[in-house]
T-cell receptor, first 114, second 118 residues
Framework: EPEVTQTPSHQVTQMGQEVILRCVPISNHLYFYWYRQILGQKVEFLVS????????KSEIFDDQFSVERPDGSNFTLKIRSTKLEDSAMYFC????????????FGQGTRLTVV | AQKVTQAQTEISVVEKEDVTLDCVYE???????LFWYKQPPSGELVFLIRRNSFDEQNEISGRYSWNFQKSTSSFNFTITASQVVDSAVYFCALSEARSGGSNYKLTFGKGTLLTVNP
């Protein structure tokens, strides 16, 4: 069964460092998303991406964040200068259509900023 | 703006009991989609069901059933004869279908932690 894969599963970084979280969406999917879940809290939307551009972003997704689909298969989330409050589980998701008929989520990357 | 409320923060039951997880949503759209996801202790999000706003038929899948009522803006989830493996956080989510061509985000509730004790 096709799946969304995320790497790494866990990353520890020092405050102020740049991190790149990587995702390989399902191959024929066209819509891509990043979500964040701070420990013990709800899953929050960060950004959606279609046709090589951001289609919507939340207020969480400030200038420290960027997304890219560099090679047609990977979908990355970059945090330019990490803060302690960026510590969270980051989920990548992809869907075939724009109505999230079934948004498939990756297993998540747990980011710990120390 | 869309909003999802899961008023039950934690529920604890004994195995084989039935349990219902509540979900109430708010939206201004007439077309929208509702979802349930399961998050086991391992952390991944597992898709359980998607329901569109025009389909109010209840659905049953094995021990799982869902009751969608537009009149009360609720989309409740019942697990019949619960098992220890059902222990997880369960999230209800909403996606609005506005025109315009962009893809649509999911808005999640805060989740309900279900613990099924042997």
């Amino acid at each position: 069964e096709p799946e969304v894969t995320q790497t790494p599963s866990h990353q520890v970084t020092q405050m102020g460092q740049e991190v790149i979280l990587r995702c390989v969406p399902i191959s024929n999917h066209l819509y891509f998303y990043w979500y964040r879940q701070i420990l013990g809290q709800k899953v929050e939307f960060l950004v959606s991406f279609y046709n090589n551009e951001i289609s919507e972003k939340s207020e969480i997704f400030d200038d420290q964040f960027s997304v890219e689909r560099p090679d047609g298969s990977n979908f990355t989330l970059k945090i330019r200068s990490t803060k302690l409050e960026d510590s969270a589980m980051y989920f990548c998701a992809s869907s075939l259509d724009r109505l999230n008929t079934e948004a498939f989520f990756g297993q998540g990357t747990r980011l710990t900023v120390v | 703006a869309q909003k999802v409320t899961q008023a039950q923060t934690e529920i604890s039951v004994v195995e084989k009991e039935d349990v219902t997880l509540d979900c109430v949503y708010e939206t201004r759209d007439t077309t929208y989609y509702l979802f349930w996801y399961k998050q086991p202790p391992s952390g991944e999000l597992v898709f359980l069901i998607r329901r569109n706003s025009f389909d109010e038929q209840n659905e049953i899948s094995g021990r799982y059933s869902w009751n969608f009522q537009k009149s009360t803006s609720s989309f409740n989830f019942t697990i019949t004869a619960s098992q220890v493996v059902d222990s997880a956080v369960y999230f209800c989510a909403l996606s609005e279908a506005r025109s315009g061509g962009s893809n649509y985000k999911l808005t999640f509730g805060k989740g309900t932690l279900l613990t099924v004790n042997p």
